[in-house]
């Protein structure tokens, strides 16, 4: 997920919010889920989320509710995101 976060204006702050994110994110949906590229930009972040399942519908529901969960959020805007089945 491409992820903007307008409000930040620093590093420090947005390592704050995007690690409240990600903890919520990890906790509510049972993901592994890790900023993975733009980590020294403050206000984006590339974020990458997994999950493991032996239903590949039940694996889309869960990114589904986590992506309208992303969207729901007022400090972050997301830009883009992809989704991928093994």
């Known amino acids: 997920m ?46 990458g989320c997994a999950v493991v399942s032996n239903s590949s519908s039940f694996g889309h529901q869960v990114m589904a509710k986590l992506v309208r969960r992303v969207e729901s959020d007022p400090q972050i805007v997301l830009v883009d995101y992809q989704t991928e089945t093994y």
């Open 2 to 47: 491409q992820l903007e976060l307008p409000p930040v204006g620093s590093l420090k702050e947005k390592r704050r919010i995007l690690k409240s994110l990600l903890t919520r994110l990890r906790n509510d949906f049972n993901v592994s889920i890790a900023e993975v590229g733009d980590n020294d930009v403050f206000r984006r972040a590339l974020v």
